[in-house]
């Protein structure tokens, strides 16, 4: 830092306001919590406690709102300190004034993240036979010294857009994020197959009244059929011998219509 950086004043501000800009940078929220009320009904302690990323902290006052500046203000402490990730540290309304934090101050390059979340994304994918994740830069934009990057992370027809101060971060926040995503709502399969493990698997094959598939008449029996012994199927691979009413042998395969239900016809 330069002489001239360094004498300028801080701009003053709020813990709370300071740590909510740092956060937006960063692509995160800090979560706040009221933990505890002490003392006496006249006088009365609050304890909060805030969580950005990894970091957690604790601060106290005598209302709310300072008790949450206290605590914004100590997790904004091991931040700035380079201190350890998951570290409990706590701090009173009297241990600081917002005046000696300043904006220009810089969070470390833990992004909050922890882990490898781009590890993590194509292992859930490789476990569950979807499509591997590809990234795709968006946008890049800002001045020369303060670059923001978006890159987009998608996997079969889920596309998900992470942010950052630097390609590699951007990268993280979309793997975790689309970590997050497929969890709770896995992809359409984009290969052509179906997973029959969410299906009722005693439930009769609807087929074209024309015709009567055997021996298979449930999707029970599609499964045991599998060639790769696995509980998902090619439905235009599978292919069998069906009569039709004139007993006819003929050949036909089996064409899903609605892969969600899993109705299937024959041609």
């Given at each position: 830092?330069?002489?001239?950086?360094?004498?300028?004043?801080?701009?003053?501000?709020?813990?709370?306001?300071?740590?909510?800009?740092?956060?937006?940078?960063?692509?995160?929220?800090?979560?706040?919590?009221?933990?505890?009320?002490?003392?006496?009904?006249?006088?009365?302690?609050?304890?909060?406690?805030?969580?950005?990323?990894?970091?957690?902290?604790?601060?106290?006052?005598?209302?709310?709102k300072k008790a949450k500046h206290a605590?914004?203000?100590?997790?904004?402490?091991?931040?700035?300190?380079?201190?350890?990730?998951?570290?409990?540290?706590?701090?009173?309304?009297?241990?600081?004034?917002?005046?000696?934090?300043?904006?220009?101050?810089?969070?470390?390059?833990?992004?909050?993240?922890?882990?490898?979340?781009?590890?993590?994304?194509?292992?859930?994918?490789?476990?569950?036979?979807?499509?591997?994740?590809?990234?795709?830069?968006?946008?890049?934009?800002?001045?020369?010294?303060?670059?923001?990057?978006?890159?987009?992370?998608?996997?079969?027809?889920?596309?998900?857009?992470?942010?950052?101060?630097?390609?590699?971060?951007?990268?993280?926040?979309?793997?975790?994020?689309?970590?997050?995503?497929?969890?709770?709502?896995?992809?359409?399969?984009?290969?052509?197959?179906?997973?029959?493990?969410?299906?009722?698997?005693?439930?009769?094959?609807?087929?074209?009244?024309?015709?009567?598939?055997?021996?298979?008449?449930?999707?029970?029996?599609?499964?045991?059929?599998?060639?790769?012994?696995?509980?998902?199927?090619?439905?235009?691979?599978?292919?069998?011998?069906?009569?039709?009413?004139n007993h006819t042998l003929q050949p036909k395969t089996l064409v899903c219509h609605?892969?969600?239900?899993?109705?299937?016809?024959?041609?």
């Open positions: 830092m330069d002489d001239k950086a360094a004498t300028l004043p801080p701009i003053a501000k709020t813990p709370v306001s300071l740590l909510q800009e740092l956060c937006m940078r960063r692509g995160h929220s800090p979560k706040y919590d009221l933990l505890q009320i002490e003392g006496e009904v006249h006088e009365p302690t609050f304890v909060y406690g805030v969580t950005v990323g990894n970091f957690t902290a604790k601060g106290s006052g005598q209302s709310k605590a914004a203000k100590s997790v904004l402490d091991t931040i700035i300190q380079g201190g350890a990730a998951g570290a409990n540290v706590s701090a009173s309304e009297d241990s600081g004034t917002p005046s000696e934090l300043s904006v220009e101050i810089k969070p470390p390059n833990d992004d909050g993240i922890s882990g490898n979340p781009v590890g993590s994304v194509l292992e859930l994918c490789s476990e569950h036979n979807w499509p591997s994740p590809t990234y795709e830069l968006t946008i890049e934009e800002g001045l020369p010294h303060d670059r923001t990057f978006s890159i987009a992370c998608t996997v079969g027809t889920t596309r998900i857009i992470g942010c950052g101060k630097s390609k590699k971060l951007a990268k993280r926040q979309a793997a975790y994020k689309m970590t997050m995503r497929l969890k709770d709502n896995p992809p359409d399969d984009a290969d052509g197959s179906i997973s029959l493990s969410a299906l009722n698997i005693n439930a009769p094959v609807p087929v074209s009244s024309d015709a009567v598939i055997t021996p298979i008449e449930t999707l029970k029996d599609l499964l045991d059929w599998s060639p790769d012994g696995k509980d998902k199927i090619h439905i235009e691979e599978l292919t069998q011998r069906c009569f039709s009413k609605d892969m969600k239900g899993g109705y299937l016809d024959d041609r």
